[in-house]
């Protein structure tokens, strides 16, 4: 894989990698059983769906998580079920990045963003379990489904997450431009309308108004600023 392509992985799944971080940095104690299950989905993907992983990672403690539910002790099937769910949204990209379909691959990037953004507005708290994650993402959703909850302008949106975002979706139209036209840049002047979009799009993530409005609302609204800008500023080249 050439570095080029590591750092595009690196920035378009940066709104995840912050996640992962912001959730683990609020455990109040290191709940080993979620990293296990978390690093192990992982492994299934980069060991391009070996068997041996399958079983010895996957499978096995599974298992043996559900046998110690039965006995009465949850929290290792709890541990892992959070691990499974931060893994997931990172999972799921890394199958569909090398995706024929564009649209298919825009739409995995929608739905694991959405998931993502579920699971960092979760671990809203000072301190966390992989019971209150869990706890909090079910809860949440429900509520969002059953109430049509909105966000509002006093909405607290973290910046972090905003900017990192952004630059998610930068990175993915520059990948959808690049499946487009493999060629793409032929020169330093086919890549100055997207250095353009890119600097007005992450000035609006931080000024305007239409960010507060909630994550979602901001990650689409940048890539729909990013196409059309990157659209006109091609027309007027």
Not at 44 to 57: A, D, K, N, T
């Amino acid at each position: 894989m050439k570095p080029s392509e590591i750092m595009f992985g690196f920035l378009l799944l940066s709104p995840y990698i912050y996640t992962i971080y912001n959730v683990l940095s609020k455990f109040t104690t290191l709940d080993y059983f979620a990293l296990f299950s978390f690093f192990s989905l992982l492994a299934l993907v980069f060991s391009r769906y070996s068997s041996i992983i399958l079983l010895s990672l996957l499978l096995v403690p599974s298992l043996v998580c559900f046998g110690l539910f039965v006995l009465g002790n949850p929290l290792p099937l709890i541990g892992m079920a959070a691990g499974y769910i931060l893994a997931f949204p990172i999972f799921t990209m890394l199958t569909s990045y090398y995706e024929r379909k564009i649209e298919n691959l825009v739409l995995t990037y929608l739905f694991t963003l959405t998931l993502n953004i579920s699971i960092l507005y979760a671990s809203e708290t000072k301190s966390l379990t992989s019971s209150d994650l869990i706890i909090n993402l079910i809860v949440r959703v429900l509520r969002n489904i059953v109430s049509g909850g909105q966000y509002t302008l006093s909405q607290p949106v973290n910046n972090i997450f905003t900017i990192l975002t952004a630059l998610s979706c930068i990175v993915l139209f520059f990948i959808i431009i690049k499946r487009i036209e493999p060629e793409f840049p032929k020169n330093v002047g086919e890549i100055i309308p997207l250095i353009i979009s890119t600097i007005i799009t992450l000035l609006l993530a931080l000024i305007t108004r239409v960010w507060s409005y909630g994550s979602i609302i901001a990650a689409l609204s940048s890539f729909i600023i990013i196409v059309s800008l990157s659209i006109i500023l091609k027309v007027v080249k």
